[in-house]
T-cell receptor, first 112, second 115 residues
Framework: SQQGEEDPQALSIQEGENATMNCSYKTSINNLQWYRQNSGRGLVHLIL?????REKHSGRLRVTLDTSKKSSSLLITASRAADTASYFCATADSYNTDKLIFGTGTRLQVFP | DGGITQSPKYLFRKEGQNVTLSCEQN?????MYWYRQDPGQGLRLIYYSQIVNDFQKGDIAEGYSVSREKKESFPLTVTSAQKNPTAFYLC??????????????FGPGTRLTVL
């Protein structure tokens, strides 16, 4: 399997704090995407960053990409209890562009 | 409403039985995907289809089969050859290839339990 690794596996914070999740991958990529999954539900797309981009923002989300280190981070600022979910990174390989390869996920718990 | 639907939400199967999971989308997407998710883990690709009447194996296709007779529909059959079928199954669709900067849209999932 070429699944990426996410770090930490689980994260617990208080409302108002920032949450940072990291993703490492193994191959040369075309783009990297972050998804959110509430317990027992389908995934929802959050943000896509292209391989030639270094940083991207969407609302309270900030994503960085370092292709030299094959890593990405997702920062959620001013977290809310409703942000409690699992977060997954997914990569589109440069040489096999048909599909996404998903990481193992970070479980985020935000306490009120 | 545009979206992707899966049915049933919960499915129970006896060992040795085949079962078919439904996935329908009205987003006019060309590509459709089936993933398996085990507790506390990421998604693993079972099969995918980029166009009607064509599909490709993913990373864990053994014991599964699919068809793509219509653009809107991509049913997954879990056969008795699948050794450990109890899992959460997710269907997704996208307008095109992941490498063309396309996001995937997911259905709500089907939880299959083998008794």
């Amino acid at each position: 399997s070429q699944q990426g690794e996410e770090d930490p596996q689980a994260l617990s914070i208080q409302e108002g704090e920032n949450a940072t999740m990291n993703c490492s991958y193994k191959t040369s990529i075309n783009n990297l995407q972050w998804y959110r999954q509430n317990s027992g539900r389908g995934l929802v797309h959050l943000i896509l960053i292209r391989s030639n981009e270094r940083e991207k923002h969407s609302g309270r989300l900030r994503v960085t990409l370092d292709t030299s280190k094959k890593s990405s981070s997702l920062l959620i600022t001013a977290s809310r209890a409703a942000d409690t979910a699992s977060y997954f990174c997914a990569t589109a390989d440069s040489y096999n562009t048909d599909k996404l390869i998903f990481g193992t996920g970070t479980r985020l718990q935000v306490f009120p | 409403d545009g979206g992707i639907t899966q049915s049933p939400k919960y499915l129970f199967r006896k060992e040795g039985q085949n079962v078919t999971l439904s996935c329908e989308q009205n987003l006019n997407h060309d590509a459709m995907y089936w993933y398996r998710q085990d507790p506390g883990q990421g998604l693993r690709l079972i099969y995918y289809s980029q166009i009607v009447n064509d599909f490709q194996k993913g990373d864990i296709a053994e014991g599964y089969s699919v068809s793509r007779e219509k653009k809107e529909s991509f049913p997954l059959t879990v056969t008795s050859a699948q050794k450990n079928p109890t899992a959460f199954y997710l269907c997704a669709s996208s307008i095109g290839l992941a490498g063309d900067y396309n996001e995937q849209f997911f259905g709500p999932g089907t939880r299959l339990t083998v008794l």
